[in-house]
């Protein structure tokens, strides 16, 4: 099992109740995921906290979960089961391979939430805390190593406003 950042930094050793999970999966499998830091709050609630999650993975001892923090990788595709590659599948069929292998997860690994998402949704969403939702063509392909109009990235407007702040340097 290993995990890798979207710019190839090895992570796998960081997380050891994230590893056991994983290493449950059939090998060759290769997830796309968010890695994420949830929140517990009252109920059943979470919420997500990306100001804490830069914390986590510049620490250097193993992560484990305090005070109501849990790092968490939400999968939202499967790129290969098995050792098949499943990239050239639509996303339909590879999410229904995705919610056969991570039937009743709900632990350091996650399946995303499929929605359909109309603007209210959204709105509901980033009032909750979310950073922003993700929209994908159902007969999509995965497109590997750039940005494709497969799928678009709706940040909410902090988010937008960070990223900005970010690229300007201030």
Known sequence: ????TRRGRAHHD???RLNAELGELPAGTVLDGELVCLERLDGNRVRCRFDRLSGFMAGRAPHRPSRGLTVTLIAFDALAVAGVDQRTRPWEERRQQLERLLAGADGPLRLTPV???EQ???DALIAAGWEGTVAKRQAGRYVCGRRSSAWLKVKSPAARDRDRRRVVGT
């Open 1 to 4: 099992m290993r995990l890798f």
């Open 120 to 122: 209210v949704l959204h």
């Open 14 to 16: 960081r997380f050891p």
């Open 115 to 117: 929605l359909t998402c």
